[in-house]
Nanobody, 126 residues
Framework: QVQLVESGGGSVQAGGSLTLSCVASRGTLASYYMGWFRQIPGRGRKGVAGITPDGDTMMSSDTVRGRFNVSRDNALNTVYLQMNSLKPEDTAMYYC???????????????????WGQGTQVTVSS
């Protein structure tokens, strides 16, 4: 089973940028649909962005579209989330998830067998 490790979180001022990485410490990501999710305390995880195994199709939620970009490098076993024009409301724990290859959107997150990383915290100050 693939194991995921996120990194790149931190504290940034509003308007700034961060790039999150999700690396497979075991296994390969190439056959997985990959998603980025975020969660604030007391709330459920919400989908942010997703990308197909071949990297040809990406999608993002309405709240981040135009500011966040998802990409992947299967040769490096890594998925990225480039976050620009960050806002205080983007503050959350960010997780990557590996789902079945024919997924789309964020609904796969509730399926059994989905693999999750441990998360990386992003804090945006005003």
């Amino acid at each position: 089973q693939v194991q995921l490790v996120e990194s790149g979180g931190g504290s940034v001022q509003a308007g700034g940028s961060l790039t999150l990485s999700c690396v497979a410490s075991r296994g390969t990501l190439a056959s997985y649909y990959m998603g980025w999710f975020r969660q604030i305390p007391g709330r459920g995880r919400k989908g942010v962005a997703g990308i197909t195994p071949d990297g040809d199709t990406m999608m993002s939620s309405d709240t981040v579209r135009g500011r966040f970009n998802v990409s992947r490098d299967n040769a490096l076993n890594t998925v990225y989330l480039q976050m620009n024009s960050l806002k205080p409301e983007d503050t959350a724990m960010y997780y990557c998830a590996a789902g079945p290859p024919l997924c789309s959107g964020f609904g796969f997150s509730t399926r059994s067998g989905v693999r999750w990383g441990q998360g990386t915290q992003v804090t945006v100050s005003s």
